[in-house]
């Protein structure tokens, strides 16, 4: 089944969008959350668990699923849904940042990415044609280009070459992409320079990708210019493929981003955070080691339904973080990822009414006054 966006309706006083991405293994109504499985898992979660909290989509990591087990291991087994026992949509990462964070482990080149592998130090060249190989070879239903990820601070030369690789890159793939029933999304980089973001924009865009992603993004840059970044590119994006902000981010950056006009996310907070024992709620996040939820019997959150919250206690909660039980990352994780999905979902209620304004507004100064 080819991949298809329909953008259903635009909030009347911002750009919030509502919208369906149709992929071969399902259907995602935007805005949309994607937990992410990096290496074929949701950290501490079942399949079933992930979908009974209400994802529809999952990210994977193509760097990772490269090493180990191998791209050719999965696809021999039946590819990666039927690996992991996934049955909804999947979109693979490239690699590009996993290969950027390995500092003095990678030397990047005009041809592809020569990189130590972080397990046992072997040597691979990561190319844009071999992460198209890999990510066809995983079947994800969304594939994403292989980029440079600019870091922050970079001065205006080094993000011009940058952008200019990914931009190169990104053709590359496009030509060597095979498989139609698998969509493509471009990248667009450029740093905290604004200018360079529409240069990379207007290299990027006429190649006609399924989807465009901000890339670049959330690698350490001050919030404000992750805003600013965001709410001046995101409109410029084709208004008929779905936007995607990569690795973004607390709910708040979500509620922003969703505001001008991005459609998809993903970012490892509601896991890492649910191992860390910090809990989301729309009152106040829960830091469920303090000694003051020790005879605590009520949920997490009186107002959430997810299985956490309907079956235990503050107070259980906290014996099982500070005892170091593996269930306490279990439960904590079910309930931050059913936040986030709840919070899409009262999203895209919100823009359905023509009242996302007011919801943003509700949110924020609620969160403010914590």
């Known amino acids: 089944m080819p991949f298809q966006f329909d953008l259903i309706k635009k909030d009347s006083a911002s750009s919030a969008r509502l919208g369906r991405m149709v992929t071969a293994h399902g259907t995602v109504q935007t805005p949309a959350f994607m937990p992410v499985g990096t290496q074929g898992t949701v950290k501490s979660m079942l399949p079933e668990e992930i979908k009974n909290c209400g994802a529809e989509i999952i990210l994977s990591n193509t760097y990772h699923l490269y090493l180990r087990p191998g791209h050719t291991i999965i696809q021999n087994l039946g590819g990666l849904h039927k690996f992991m026992n996934w049955p909804g949509p999947i979109l693979t990462d490239s690699g590009g940042f996993q290969v950027f964070s390995l500092g003095a482990l990678r030397k990047i080149t005009p041809d592809g990415v020569m990189f130590r592998s972080h397990i046992d130090g072997s040597r691979h060249f990561l190319t844009p044609q071999k992460a198209i190989e890999i990510q066809e070879a995983l079947g994800s239903d969304i ?65 006609d990708f399924d989807g465009y992603a901000l890339g670049g993004v959330s690698v350490g840059e001050p919030k404000d210019i992750m805003y600013k970044i965001t709410d001046s590119i995101a ?136």
């Open 143 to 207: 594939m994403m280009c292989l980029d440079e990820c600019t870091p922050y601070p970079a001065t205006i030369a080094e993000t011009e070459k940058s952008l200019n690789l990914t931009a190169k890159w990104a053709h590359l793939c496009k030509n060597y992409k095979k498989s139609n029933g698998q969509a493509l999304f471009g990248i667009i980089q450029g740093g905290s320079y604004l200018d360079l973001r529409k240069q990379s924009l207007e290299k990027t865009v006429p190649l």
């Open 235 to 370: 409109p410029l994006l084709p208004a008929n493929k779905p936007r995607y902000l990569m690795g973004v981010g607390t709910p708040e950056d979500i509620v922003f981003g969703i505001s001008c006009g991005i459609d998809m996310f993903d970012c490892v907070i509601p896991t890492r955070c649910a191992r860390h024992g910090l809990l989301f709620t729309n009152s106040e996040n829960v830091v469920i080691k303090n000694a003051r939820w020790r005879e605590d019997n009520n949920p997490i959150d009186e107002n959430c339904d997810c299985y956490t919250c309907k079956n235990y206690s503050r107070a259980y909660l906290r014996h099982l973080y500070v005892a170091g039980e593996i269930l306490a990352m279990v439960l904590n994780t079910i309930h931050n990822i059913h936040y986030y999905m709840r919070l899409m979902r009262d999203i895209r209620q919100a823009i359905s009414d023509n009242g996302f304004t007011k919801f943003k507004e509700d949110f924020l100064n609620k969160k403010m006054t914590l």
